[in-house]
T-cell receptor
Framework: GENVEQHPSTLSVQEGDSAVIKCTYS??????FPWYKQELGKGPQLIID?????GEKKDQRIAVTLNKTAKHFSLHITETQPEDSAVYFC????????????FGRGTSLIVHP | NAGVTQTPKFQVLKTGQSMTLQCAQD?????MYWYRQDPGMGLRLIYY???????DKGEVPNGYNVSRLNKREFSLRLESAAPSQTSVYFC???????????FGPGTRLLVL
């Protein structure tokens, strides 16, 4: 089955700095890679995703890159703000498969004002 | 459009007691899921339902049962709660076209 590794487990940055979270996956058949943000006391919410036919996707201050050859993908947050503080999860799944994404263990991002 | 709703928000049980966690979605999604979240362990899949009338085990199904009552509702039952089942439980549904999962707000369960 698929295995997703996520690093780092915690990340502390100053407001305005950039933050990068990295994930690797094992199953070359995986072709959909979403990122979820979980604020304290709430359920995870999708913030950005990328499919395997695209190498990079950007939405305002957040971007995701995908390297299919190396089987890794990353979340980039620029100009971080205190409200970016949350737990971020990456996931991988195979479109047309079982619709069961495999999640990384999460990264706790703390943005210090 | 409420999305995914879960009840209760918080529950305390004694070892051996039973309870059912309720989940409902109003987005007409076929697939629904139950996860548990423990510190440092991420989201672990307990059971899922690919469509109405079907359920399958996930990564950590022991001690749990599920019922897909209809397309909207997917419940999780603990027949005899154990302290190891202390966790935060999330229900989710999936838009298969976009493959996006929508999560409920969670149920925090404490088993004494």
């Amino acid at each position: 089955g698929e295995n997703v590794e996520q690093h780092p487990s915690t990340l502390s940055v100053q407001e305005g700095d950039s933050a990068v979270i990295k994930c690797t996956y094992s199953d070359s058949a995986s072709n959909y890679f979403p990122w979820y943000k979980q604020e304290l006391g709430k359920g995870p919410q999708l913030i950005i995703d990328i499919r395997s036919n695209v190498g990079e996707k950007k939405d305002q201050r957040i971007a995701v890159t995908l390297n299919k050859t190396a089987k890794h993908f990353s979340l980039h947050i620029t100009e971080t703000q205190p409200e970016d503080s949350a737990v971020y999860f990456c996931a991988a799944s195979n479109s047309g498969g079982s619709y069961i994404p495999t999640f990384g263990r999460g990264t706790s991002l703390i943005v210090h004002p | 459009n409420a999305g995914v709703t879960q009840t209760p928000k918080f529950q305390v049980l004694k070892t051996g007691q039973s309870m059912t966690l309720q989940c409902a979605q109003d987005m007409n999604h076929n697939s629904m899921y139950w996860y548990r979240q423990d510190p440092g362990m991420g989201l672990r899949l307990i059971y899922y339902s690919a469509s109405e009338g079907t359920t399958d085990k996930g990564e950590v199904p022991n001690g749990y049962n599920v019922s897909r009552l209809n397309k909207r509702e997917f419940s999780l039952r603990l027949e005899s709660a154990a302290p190891s089942q202390t966790s935060v439980y999330f229900c989710a549904s999936m838009d298969r076209v976009q493959e996006t999962q929508y999560f409920g707000p969670g149920t925090r369960l404490l088993v004494l």
